[in-house]
């Protein structure tokens, strides 16, 4: 079992530029999440996927954002034209999907950098 | 708005000694886990905690839902320089997306 990756690890990017992330979730796992991280706070949720169809977006998520997940297995997360306040953590977690299905399993995290 | 307060937000002990944390909300939960997370890495799921009331120990560690489900609490025994990190509890609804997290409490134990 290899947990759940991301990639890149790292970005940075000038303001303007578009971004896209990457999260590959826990085999079995056909819940998947992504969260936004900025030092001092708590993850805050982002959207949610269950199997290839997005759920719930937060508000937080503007029109800028876009997050996919075609084949119900990888996730992407898109920012357009970034701004220097999209400078985060980007998280991304996974469960199963059943009724106790309550604990979520998070990847290492893009860290993203606006200039 | 589902708000859970984490409390001290910083903590720095000396190894050996015992510490308490706690995560408070005013909404019920129907289970609250605790992460602890790293610089730079994503937070690593500790425990979950479903029936109020419920205390659950991972070695040095000991967590406790309260009896309403609204509030918890992690105690470490005997805290050593790898307990340093970030303690994050959050909460979830059955059925509902997401977990709802707090800020986290920072912990620092020197040796």
């Known amino acids: 079992d290899t947990g759940v990756s991301q990639d890149p690890r790292h970005k940075i990017t000038k303001r303007g530029q578009n971004v896209t992330f990457r999260c590959d979730p826990i085999?079995?796992?056909?819940?998947l999440y992504w969260y936004r991280q900025t030092l001092g706070q708590g993850p805050e949720f982002l959207t949610y996927f269950q199997n290839e169809a997005q759920l719930e977006k937060s508000r937080l998520l503007s029109d800028r954002f876009s997050a996919e997940r075609p084949k119900g297995s990888f996730s992407t997360l898109e920012i357009q034209r970034t701004e220097q306040g999209d400078s985060a953590m980007y998280l991304c977690a996974s469960s199963q999907d059943r009724a106790s299905s309550y604990e979520q399993y998070f990847g290492p995290g893009t860290r993203l950098t606006v200039t | 708005t589902q708000l859970l307060e984490q409390s001290p937000q910083f903590l720095s002990i000396q190894e050996g000694e015992n510490l308490t944390v706690y995560c408070n909300s005013s909404s019920v939960f129907s289970s609250l886990q605790w992460y602890r997370q790293e610089p730079g890495e994503g937070p690593v799921l500790l425990v979950t905690v479903v029936t109020g009331g419920e205390v659950k120990k991972l070695k040095r560690l000991t967590f406790q839902f309260g009896d309403a489900r609204k509030d918890s609490s992690l105690h470490i025994t005997a805290a050593q320089p790898g307990d340093t990190g970030l303690y994050l509890c959050a909460g979830a609804h059955t059925n509902a997306g997401k977990s709802t997290f707090g800020d986290g409490t920072t912990l620092t134990v020197k040796p």
């Open positions: 085999s079995e796992h056909n819940r």
